[in-house]
């Protein structure tokens, strides 16, 4: 498992507007209980 997480490649960063990165940010507290159920999920 060691040798795939070396050899995982990172997705490209894609450059976002002020105005992409604003609507992120406001849309995130709905996707944080998303984030925060994967967690769980995956640690349990």
């Not at 490209?12 to 994967?38: G, H, I």
């Amino acid at each position: 498992m060691a040798k795939d997480k070396k050899n995982a490649k990172k997705p490209e960063r894609v450059k976002l507007s002020a105005k992409e990165t604003l609507k992120r940010m406001n849309e995130f507290p709905k996707r944080k209980e998303r984030f925060v159920a994967a967690i769980r999920k995956g640690v349990a």
